[in-house]
């Protein structure tokens, strides 16, 4: 709702949060039935549903993306605004891929999955890292 009145543009995208959290709550009620009586369905319920709410959340993104992007086109930071966003967008789905492992009761993978996602956000900062020990230095001299 906020969204649509800050980028009118992008009403198509609109998602009341009240219908998300009935259809979230539809399926926790259809999720605990099942479980009582097949577990595998339970599961593969939660594993949709955490997906489809994944794809109504990353359409929300967008607009807000496209906003950042038009607010830094003229600045000094404009060229790190995709390593930022490359990093978040591991943060998500790694965070997500974690939760479902979690669900699934194989917190071992999910602790892996968490380590593998910070060493690739890492990695993909070290140009990030170059250039503010490089900004450190000349402020030095």
Known sequence: MVYS???????IFKMNEIKMCG????ALVICVIFKKMREEYSLLIRIGITCGVTIASTLLFYPILTFIEQISQNTIVYDFIPILIKALGIAF???ITADVCCD?????????ISLFGKAEILLISLPLIK????LCENLIK
């Open 5 to 11: 009145l800050c980028f009118p543009q992008y009403s």
């Open 23 to 26: 259809i979230i709550l539809c």
């Open 93 to 95: 789905a790694v965070q």
């Open 104 to 112: 699934a009761q194989e917190n071992a993978l999910a602790e892996r």
């Open 131 to 134: 250039k503010l020990f490089e």
